[in-house]
């Protein structure tokens, strides 16, 4: 069963000097595993959510809070690219620098000569699946990708609901995928749990899913007078698919060109540009209340401090204590150089401390 944790929402940015030091912390921890262990063993790590949350609080930041998902993301993505590591690799952000994920990752294919073709597809996919497959009441606001040139990834993205306050993490990882549509998270870090969810990508999805793609294989007019029909129902305000500011007029231009492309798959129809989560709902609609198709609405379903959290809770960051350990990492570094017997020694008189 995925993993779960709470994250309220805060707002406002952090400190410069803070995250100049969590860029510095992130660069020796980066560099240790780099000496210590395969590019992958990295990945594995931030995909798990209690080592990642664990990661964010080592670094100093709140561990309640929806920021460490956006800080640790580019404390990490500026430390791989200071290091100029050419193992593992790193794109998106927040906001504005989310958008622009697919265009560095083509620069940094490039730049390196690593095939980012599947990267690509794997950063549209997961942004794509839970905002439209998964209709949660959670905008993405945040997309990371960290990927290996072996081609193993790692995404971390980012909702908020404004309604409740709260922000939910959602953890991808290429090594346990087996379908983008069914299933497919590593882990989603929420703890509220809502009843009714547009959840496609549920196992006992798997039937629906396939109605859906096949009413989208329909002449636009026949689905358009369905739904017009359901649209003049009057449904339970409870009802499990809201029916609220549908356009049947931008519907007619998305059926229609869905019908035109005819994707095959689900997966196919889901990453058809313009297809966004009126389009899916619709559709889900239809599927439901004409087709009588049972479409389940199952929502998809701890950690330790090191110096202090960013708004002082457990307690305020000691710089000099968060430079002591900056230090320790880099002379563990160095001396992990100079002897393979030694160099995790000084790691070891870490745990003395």
Not at 114 to 137: E, M, R, W
Not at 246 to 265: A, G, H, V, W
Not at 292 to 302: G, M
Request: proline share 4%; with cysteine.
């Amino acid at each position: 069963m995925p993993k779960i944790c709470e994250l309220p929402l805060h707002y406002g940015e952090i400190p410069s000097w803070l995250f100049s030091l969590m860029v510095r912390l992130s660069e020796k921890i980066v560099e240790l595993f780099s000496i210590e262990k395969e590019p992958n063993f990295f990945l594995e790590k931030i995909a798990d959510p209690f080592w990642f949350q664990a990661l964010g609080c080592v670094l100093g930041f709140d561990w309640h809070s929806s920021g460490l998902t956006t800080t640790v993301c580019a404390a990490l993505k500026t430390a791989i690219k200071n290091l100029s590591l050419s193992e593992i690799i790193a794109a998106g952000g927040k906001g504005k620098t989310a958008l622009n994920t697919l265009n560095e990752l083509e620069e940094i294919g490039y730049k390196t000569g690593i095939n980012v073709s599947p990267l690509i597809f794997a950063s549209k996919t997961t942004a794509k699946i839970d905002s439209v497959a998964l209709q949660d009441g959670y905008s993405l606001y945040h997309h990371t990708i960290f990927a290996t040139k072996n081609g193993e990834w790692v995404v971390i993205q980012q909702g908020m609901n404004p309604h409740n306050s709260l922000a939910r993490r959602y953890h991808w990882h290429s090594r346990e995928l087996k379908s983008y549509t069914c299933e497919p998270h590593k882990a989603v870090v929420s703890l509220k749990v809502h009843k009714k969810v547009l959840n496609l990508v549920a196992y006992e999805n798997e039937k629906a899913r396939k109605t859906i793609w096949e009413i989208s294989q329909e002449k636009p007019e026949k689905n358009l007078k369905e739904l017009k029909y359901l649209l003049s129902l009057r449904l339970p305000k409870e009802h499990s698919i809201t029916m609220e500011n549908f356009s049947l007029e931008r519907l007619e231009k998305k059926l229609k060109k869905i019908y035109e492309e005819k994707p095959k798959d689900f997966l196919s129809l889901i990453n058809m540009e313009g297809v966004g989560q009126k389009t899916i709902r619709a559709l889900s609609l239809i599927a439901q209340l004409v087709y009588n198709e049972e479409i389940s609405f199952r929502d998809v379903r701890i950690f330790a401090y090191a110096h202090g959290g960013k708004d002082g809770h457990p307690y305020p960051i000691v710089k000099k204590d968060y430079e002591l350990t900056i230090s320790l990492l880099e002379r563990a570094i160095k001396e992990s150089k100079i002897s393979q017997k030694e160099k995790l020694l000084a790691l070891k008189r870490l745990a003395c401390l």
